[in-house]
Each structure stands twice: as structure tokens, then as C-alpha cells.
């Protein structure tokens, strides 16, 4: 087995490495002075069980980097390729919502299976369907078994699960039933890409203390505003968690000044640099993946390490 990992996200592979008591692999990124990418594995692979690292959150040249990094352990006669993709970006448009768009997360599985890769490990899609974009084996992790550990052992009372919109409802109503809680949905609007609106609250808030959970936050506009409209409906305290925390433009800001009083994210994108939220806190997934890396070489389940997932 071995691990490598391109850019976007070198810390997280680099505690995956240590869980699997192993090291991530010699490779050798560069670029040319227009900014072509250049890689190359500084280590024999020939035979080998890879497990390329790259989540594929903006800019596009991390989706890029991990398809000359796919190409490139072919070319090397690398035995098997997984593409451990922690996040999988672009997968917002997952179908034709209006017409003369993309469907860019179709077009990435194609790019991902056309540059070579065997199979594909990722966590929490935007939407699991996602899957069949691809016709190569994938393994479907969710971030809930780290999350529901995490809320369990802080035992809120009158709990209440909260889906910031119709698209997370599913996942929700898999921690309300683990979680013991009650459920309620956000009838949220995009009128365009970075804006939302919360219409209608379904279900009962009013005395509740809520947990809002979504796969990813981006500009922070949907979670913010789904929190804002708890507390009008009389909503206690409100804490909040997300998989992949993008957190672009003034996103921690939004939720420094929401009356989210703790917003739990993964690690399967790094927060930038500089950036700090007394609010924020950030658990590893790590353990998760890597664990899920050591079934897939070991050829044992990985379902077995979820419970509750429908
Ligand atoms: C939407 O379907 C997603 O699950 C997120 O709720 C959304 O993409 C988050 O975007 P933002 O943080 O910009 O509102």
C-alpha cells in the first residue's frame, strides 16, 4: 500500500499516514511558469496499491493536480488506483435544474474514470447518486459517525434536528433517529447561486434546542439564515455541523455574528490560513478514511463501519 497526496489538502493525508502507521509517499510537484502542472512519483510504484489524496475544493487545478496524478501512477504500472477524493467538489450540479447548464459533477466522474482511476473513496456527496455518475467501484463514507459521536456525548436536552433545506433532509432525519431528537425542515429559495432565502420553517422549534446539519457550507448564507429563523421561532440554543467546510468570502464572520453558538465542521478541507472562529471547531476525519483505506486493502467492509446511514 502506498499513499500520496497532492496539495489541497497535505495535512489531512499526513494524519492519515500516521494512522495507517505508514508515511505519505515520495512525490515531486511542480509548475511551469505559466502554471501547467508538472508531477512525478519519486518512489517505485510499479505493482503497488495507490491511494491518491486529493480533495477538489476551488481552484480548479486540485481537481487537475489529481488527474495528472491518476495518469501518472498508470503510466507507472501502479497495480491498483483509488482516488481518495475526502471532498468531491463541483458536485452541486448534479443534474440539469434549468435549462443549457452543466452537469458538472457527471463531467468530473467521467474525467476522474478517463484519467485511470480503479475506484474512488469519498465522503458525504452532495448527493449520493453521485455514484452512479461513475462506473467504477466507489466507497461512500459520512461524516455523521464522527458527528453523532460528538453530540451524543454532549446530551442535549429536547433536541431537535434541523435541515437548513429540502436536499439535507435525509441525512437529518438519520441523526434525529440516532440522536433520540425530533425533526424539522428549512422550505429554503435560491433565487441565484450565493443567495438563499428561508420561506417556511416544517416543524416544531418553538423551546427546542437545535442542531442544523448540512453537507457543506460555502458562504455560510443558508446555515446563518436557517439559524436566524430558529431563533425567531423560539429556538434555545442553536449548535450546527457540516462535512466539508468551505467557508468562502465572509463565511466566518457570518457565523462568528449567527446565533449559532457552536458550528462543528471535518478536516476534509483545510481551513485557510490565518483564518480563526472561537465558534468553529474542527474534528478530524482522518481516522475515518483511514480506517476505510486499510478495508479497501484489505479487502473487508466498509458499510460495517456506519450505522443508522439509509
Ligand atoms: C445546498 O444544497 C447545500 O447542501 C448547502 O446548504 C449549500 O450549498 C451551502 O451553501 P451556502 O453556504 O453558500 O449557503
Redesign the pocket.
Known sequence: MKIFTGSSNPQLAAKIATYLNTRVGDSQLKHFSDGEIWFKYNENIRGCDVFLMQSTQPPAEHLMELLIMIDAAKRSSAKRITAVIPYFGYA?QDRKDQPRVAITAKLVADLVDAAGADRVLTMDL?AAQIQGFFNIPFDHLYASAIFMEFFKSKEIPELCVVA??I??MKMARAYADTLGASLAVVDKRRPSQ?I?EVMNIIGDVKGFNILLV??????????TQAAVAMKAAGAKDIYACCTHGLLSGD?VERIEKSPICEFVMTDTVPMRQGVKSEKIRILTASKLIGESIRRIYNEESISSLFINQK
Open positions: 452541486r452532495h437548513p433545506d436536499g439535507a450565493n438563499s448540512d453537507d457543506l457550507i460555502d458562504t455560510g448564507g443558508s446555515l463565511a
